[in-house]
Protein backbone atom coordinates (compact mmCIF):
# COMPACT_ATOMS: atom_id res chain seq x y z
CA UNK A 1 0.00 0.00 0.00
CA UNK A 2 1.25 3.55 -0.51
CA UNK A 3 2.51 6.12 1.96
CA UNK A 4 2.04 9.98 1.97
CA UNK A 5 5.79 10.81 1.64
CA UNK A 6 5.76 13.67 4.31
CA UNK A 7 3.57 12.18 7.21
CA UNK A 8 4.25 7.86 6.44
CA UNK A 9 0.34 7.32 6.59
CA UNK A 10 -0.87 4.49 4.46
CA UNK A 11 -2.83 5.79 1.33
CA UNK A 12 -5.15 4.22 -0.94
CA UNK A 13 -3.90 6.27 -3.97
CA UNK A 14 -1.41 8.68 -5.01
CA UNK A 15 -3.76 10.25 -7.31
CA UNK A 16 -6.92 10.33 -8.98
CA UNK A 17 -7.29 10.04 -13.12
CA UNK A 18 -9.93 11.86 -14.81
CA UNK A 19 -10.50 12.47 -18.53
CA UNK A 20 -10.19 15.88 -20.21
CA UNK A 21 -12.77 17.12 -22.13
CA UNK A 22 -13.59 15.39 -25.64
CA UNK A 23 -12.40 16.31 -28.83
CA UNK A 24 -8.91 18.29 -29.88
CA UNK A 25 -8.03 18.53 -26.02
CA UNK A 26 -8.95 15.09 -25.35
CA UNK A 27 -6.49 13.49 -23.19
CA UNK A 28 -5.88 11.87 -19.88
CA UNK A 29 -4.86 14.14 -16.00
CA UNK A 30 -3.88 13.28 -12.72
CA UNK A 31 -5.06 14.90 -9.56
CA UNK A 32 -2.98 14.76 -6.51
CA UNK A 33 -4.35 13.36 -3.41
CA UNK A 34 -4.34 15.11 -0.49
CA UNK A 35 -3.01 13.34 2.92
CA UNK A 36 -6.68 12.89 5.71
CA UNK A 37 -3.58 12.65 8.05
CA UNK A 38 -1.43 15.91 7.64
CA UNK A 39 -3.54 17.71 4.96
CA UNK A 40 -0.52 17.89 2.43
CA UNK A 41 -0.04 16.05 -0.94
CA UNK A 42 0.74 12.39 -0.66
CA UNK A 43 2.95 12.28 -3.02
CA UNK A 44 3.97 15.34 -5.09
CA UNK A 45 7.09 13.70 -6.73
CA UNK A 46 4.00 11.69 -9.17
CA UNK A 47 4.33 15.43 -11.14
CA UNK A 48 8.35 15.80 -10.92
CA UNK A 49 10.34 15.27 -13.89
CA UNK A 50 13.37 13.04 -12.73
CA UNK A 51 15.91 15.23 -12.85
CA UNK A 52 14.56 16.80 -9.96
CA UNK A 53 13.39 13.56 -8.19
CA UNK A 54 17.52 12.47 -9.10
CA UNK A 55 18.65 16.40 -7.34
CA UNK A 56 16.43 15.47 -4.61
CA UNK A 57 18.10 11.99 -4.09
CA UNK A 58 21.90 13.20 -4.04
CA UNK A 59 20.63 15.91 -1.31
CA UNK A 60 19.44 12.72 0.42
CA UNK A 61 15.51 14.24 1.02
CA UNK A 62 13.68 11.28 3.44
CA UNK A 63 10.30 12.51 0.85
CA UNK A 64 12.29 11.50 -2.51
CA UNK A 65 13.45 7.76 -0.64
CA UNK A 66 9.52 7.19 0.88
CA UNK A 67 8.67 8.08 -3.36
CA UNK A 68 10.60 5.79 -4.80
CA UNK A 69 11.11 2.92 -1.92
CA UNK A 70 7.51 3.09 -0.93
CA UNK A 71 5.37 4.52 -3.79
CA UNK A 72 7.13 3.67 -7.00
CA UNK A 73 9.30 0.41 -6.64
CA UNK A 74 7.21 -1.68 -3.90
CA UNK A 75 5.65 -4.27 -5.33
CA UNK A 76 3.31 -7.24 -5.03
CA UNK A 77 4.49 -10.77 -3.46
CA UNK A 78 8.06 -8.77 -2.84
CA UNK A 79 8.99 -8.75 -6.12
CA UNK A 80 12.17 -7.01 -7.97
CA UNK A 81 10.91 -3.91 -10.17
CA UNK A 82 12.30 -4.92 -13.49
CA UNK A 83 14.34 -1.41 -13.37
CA UNK A 84 16.31 -2.13 -9.97
CA UNK A 85 17.48 -5.45 -11.51
CA UNK A 86 18.98 -3.67 -14.44
CA UNK A 87 20.23 -0.77 -11.74
CA UNK A 88 21.62 -4.22 -9.93
CA UNK A 89 23.73 -5.40 -13.06
CA UNK A 90 24.88 -1.96 -13.79
CA UNK A 91 26.18 -1.44 -10.67
CA UNK A 92 28.04 -5.04 -10.41
CA UNK A 93 29.74 -4.21 -13.77
CA UNK A 94 31.13 -1.14 -12.61
CA UNK A 95 32.24 -3.38 -9.35
CA UNK A 96 34.22 -5.40 -11.66
CA UNK A 97 35.76 -2.31 -13.58
CA UNK A 98 36.87 -0.79 -10.42
CA UNK A 99 37.87 -3.59 -8.05
CA UNK A 100 40.12 -4.33 -11.13
CA UNK A 101 41.89 -0.99 -12.10
CA UNK A 102 42.02 -0.93 -8.02
CA UNK A 103 44.33 -3.81 -7.28
CA UNK A 104 46.17 -3.32 -11.16
CA UNK A 105 47.47 0.49 -10.15
CA UNK A 106 47.30 -0.48 -5.71
CA UNK A 107 51.55 -0.74 -5.82
CA UNK A 108 54.53 -1.17 -7.84
CA UNK A 109 54.19 -4.27 -10.78
CA UNK A 110 57.61 -5.79 -9.18
CA UNK A 111 56.10 -6.80 -6.10
CA UNK A 112 54.74 -9.78 -8.03
CA UNK A 113 56.95 -11.65 -10.43
CA UNK A 114 55.11 -11.64 -14.03
CA UNK A 115 55.18 -7.37 -13.85
CA UNK A 116 52.14 -7.24 -12.57
CA UNK A 117 49.95 -6.93 -9.22
CA UNK A 118 48.00 -9.55 -10.54
CA UNK A 119 50.79 -12.21 -10.25
CA UNK A 120 50.11 -15.50 -11.68
CA UNK A 121 46.43 -14.45 -12.72
CA UNK A 122 47.99 -12.03 -14.94
CA UNK A 123 49.29 -14.74 -17.17
CA UNK A 124 46.00 -16.14 -17.49
CA UNK A 125 43.63 -15.10 -20.44
CA UNK A 126 42.06 -11.56 -20.18
CA UNK A 127 38.31 -13.62 -20.41
CA UNK A 128 39.39 -15.86 -17.51
CA UNK A 129 40.86 -12.79 -15.37
CA UNK A 130 37.10 -10.85 -15.88
CA UNK A 131 35.23 -13.86 -14.83
CA UNK A 132 37.60 -14.12 -11.60
CA UNK A 133 36.66 -10.31 -10.94
CA UNK A 134 33.51 -10.83 -12.12
CA UNK A 135 32.39 -13.75 -9.50
CA UNK A 136 34.75 -11.25 -6.33
CA UNK A 137 32.37 -8.71 -6.98
CA UNK A 138 29.62 -11.09 -7.59
CA UNK A 139 30.10 -12.99 -3.93
CA UNK A 140 30.87 -9.49 -2.19
CA UNK A 141 27.72 -7.92 -3.25
CA UNK A 142 25.88 -11.10 -2.15
CA UNK A 143 27.71 -11.21 1.59
CA UNK A 144 26.87 -7.31 1.59
CA UNK A 145 22.84 -7.86 0.82
CA UNK A 146 22.51 -11.08 2.53
CA UNK A 147 24.09 -10.24 5.77
CA UNK A 148 22.07 -7.11 6.18
CA UNK A 149 18.81 -9.05 4.60
CA UNK A 150 19.63 -11.76 7.72
CA UNK A 151 19.70 -8.67 10.65
CA UNK A 152 16.77 -7.16 9.31
CA UNK A 153 14.53 -9.80 8.23
CA UNK A 154 15.54 -13.32 9.59
CA UNK A 155 13.35 -14.40 12.66
CA UNK A 156 17.04 -15.85 13.86
CA UNK A 157 18.31 -12.09 13.80
CA UNK A 158 20.30 -11.02 17.05
CA UNK A 159 18.49 -7.81 16.65
CA UNK A 160 15.34 -9.14 16.15
CA UNK A 161 16.08 -11.37 19.39
CA UNK A 162 17.08 -8.42 21.61
CA UNK A 163 13.88 -6.64 20.31
CA UNK A 164 15.88 -3.72 19.13
CA UNK A 165 14.28 -3.50 15.56
CA UNK A 166 10.75 -5.40 14.78
CA UNK A 167 11.17 -8.34 12.06
CA UNK A 168 10.86 -6.47 8.82
CA UNK A 169 9.00 -8.99 6.12
CA UNK A 170 10.24 -7.79 2.86
CA UNK A 171 13.75 -8.64 2.02
CA UNK A 172 14.05 -7.79 -1.83
CA UNK A 173 12.71 -4.20 -0.37
CA UNK A 174 15.89 -4.32 1.67
CA UNK A 175 18.17 -4.87 -1.48
CA UNK A 176 16.29 -2.84 -3.50
CA UNK A 177 16.88 0.24 -0.59
CA UNK A 178 20.53 -0.57 -0.86
CA UNK A 179 20.68 -0.71 -4.68
CA UNK A 180 18.70 2.58 -4.96
CA UNK A 181 20.65 4.35 -2.30
CA UNK A 182 24.41 2.96 -3.91
CA UNK A 183 23.80 5.01 -7.17
CA UNK A 184 26.90 7.13 -6.31
CA UNK A 185 28.94 4.61 -7.29
CA UNK A 186 27.71 4.91 -10.63
CA UNK A 187 29.69 8.41 -10.69
CA UNK A 188 32.64 6.54 -11.16
CA UNK A 189 31.92 6.39 -14.88
CA UNK A 190 33.63 9.62 -15.65
CA UNK A 191 37.23 7.75 -14.56
CA UNK A 192 37.33 6.24 -17.69
CA UNK A 193 36.99 9.36 -19.77
CA UNK A 194 39.60 11.68 -17.78
CA UNK A 195 42.55 10.88 -15.77
CA UNK A 196 42.02 10.22 -12.81
CA UNK A 197 45.03 10.66 -10.38
CA UNK A 198 43.70 12.14 -7.70
CA UNK A 199 44.07 12.18 -4.29
CA UNK A 200 42.42 10.15 -1.69
CA UNK A 201 40.89 12.76 -0.15
CA UNK A 202 39.84 13.90 -3.36
CA UNK A 203 37.05 10.73 -3.22
CA UNK A 204 36.28 10.82 0.67
CA UNK A 205 32.88 12.98 -0.51
CA UNK A 206 32.04 10.35 -2.78
CA UNK A 207 32.32 7.64 -0.54
CA UNK A 208 30.69 9.42 2.15
CA UNK A 209 27.66 10.16 0.17
CA UNK A 210 27.46 6.23 -0.60
CA UNK A 211 27.22 5.49 3.12
CA UNK A 212 25.47 8.16 4.08
CA UNK A 213 22.11 7.00 1.24
CA UNK A 214 22.59 3.59 2.31
CA UNK A 215 22.24 4.46 6.19
CA UNK A 216 19.04 6.83 4.71
CA UNK A 217 17.66 4.08 2.63
CA UNK A 218 17.90 1.42 5.06
CA UNK A 219 16.24 3.89 7.80
CA UNK A 220 13.50 5.23 5.68
CA UNK A 221 12.72 1.66 4.12
CA UNK A 222 12.69 0.07 7.66
CA UNK A 223 11.33 2.95 9.84
CA UNK A 224 14.16 2.51 12.22
CA UNK A 225 16.71 4.88 14.15
CA UNK A 226 20.02 6.01 12.97
CA UNK A 227 22.14 3.80 14.65
CA UNK A 228 20.44 0.69 13.33
CA UNK A 229 20.71 1.62 10.02
CA UNK A 230 24.34 2.56 11.11
CA UNK A 231 24.69 -0.88 12.36
CA UNK A 232 23.42 -3.02 9.76
CA UNK A 233 25.36 -0.97 6.90
CA UNK A 234 28.67 -2.04 9.27
CA UNK A 235 28.04 -5.32 9.25
CA UNK A 236 27.11 -5.40 5.45
CA UNK A 237 30.59 -3.55 4.13
CA UNK A 238 33.04 -6.30 7.54
CA UNK A 239 30.58 -9.13 5.81
CA UNK A 240 31.63 -7.96 2.22
CA UNK A 241 35.10 -7.41 3.22
CA UNK A 242 35.76 -10.72 4.46
CA UNK A 243 34.37 -12.46 1.97
CA UNK A 244 36.65 -10.41 -0.40
CA UNK A 245 39.28 -11.40 1.51
CA UNK A 246 38.68 -15.15 1.44
CA UNK A 247 38.81 -14.89 -2.57
CA UNK A 248 41.44 -12.91 -3.72
CA UNK A 249 43.22 -15.11 -0.64
CA UNK A 250 42.77 -18.34 -2.64
CA UNK A 251 43.33 -16.84 -5.32
CA UNK A 252 46.92 -15.85 -4.50
CA UNK A 253 46.08 -12.19 -3.95
CA UNK A 254 46.10 -12.23 0.03
CA UNK A 255 48.91 -9.12 -0.27
CA UNK A 256 46.47 -6.85 -2.04
CA UNK A 257 43.38 -5.55 -1.51
CA UNK A 258 41.12 -3.49 -4.41
CA UNK A 259 41.69 0.18 -3.37
CA UNK A 260 39.05 2.24 -5.46
CA UNK A 261 35.89 4.32 -4.88
CA UNK A 262 33.26 0.74 -4.69
CA UNK A 263 36.39 -1.36 -2.24
CA UNK A 264 34.98 -2.33 1.34
CA UNK A 265 38.05 -0.79 2.80
CA UNK A 266 37.25 2.57 1.35
CA UNK A 267 33.34 2.07 2.65
CA UNK A 268 35.08 1.28 6.18
CA UNK A 269 36.80 4.31 6.13
CA UNK A 270 34.41 6.28 5.16
CA UNK A 271 32.12 4.90 7.93
CA UNK A 272 34.25 5.80 10.50
CA UNK A 273 35.03 9.16 9.20
CA UNK A 274 31.29 9.95 9.40
CA UNK A 275 30.95 9.06 12.45
CA UNK A 276 33.86 11.05 14.10
CA UNK A 277 33.21 13.51 11.85
CA UNK A 278 29.28 13.37 13.40
CA UNK A 279 30.47 13.36 17.48
CA UNK A 280 32.77 16.50 16.16
CA UNK A 281 29.86 18.47 15.29
CA UNK A 282 27.53 17.35 17.74
CA UNK A 283 30.44 18.16 20.53
CA UNK A 284 30.80 21.72 18.77
CA UNK A 285 26.87 22.37 18.99
CA UNK A 286 26.85 21.29 22.67
CA UNK A 287 29.78 23.48 23.73
CA UNK A 288 28.13 26.31 21.59
Known amino acids: MPI ?34 CGRFCDKYVEHDYVIIFIDLVLIKPQVYRHILHNM ?7 FDPSIIRLGVLLLLFDVYLTWEGIEKQAPPAIFPGGSNLGSMAQRPILVQYLFFLILSISSTLALHLSIRFLACSPYSPLSALQVMPRYTRPNSVSTALFVSSYARLFPILL ?63 DVDPI ?29
Not at 6 to 12: G, L, S, T
Not at 226 to 238: C, D, E
Not at 260 to 283: C, N, Q, R
Open 73 to 79: LMREGDR
Open 4 to 37: CIECKHPVKTLWTEYSRAHGQSGGRGIRLSVCRN
Open 192 to 254: VIWKHDVPAAARSPLRWAVVANNVEGLRILLDCKYYIAFILVVSGAVSRWATGRIILIGAGLG
Open 260 to 288: SDSSVAADGKALWDLFTMTIGWAGRLARG
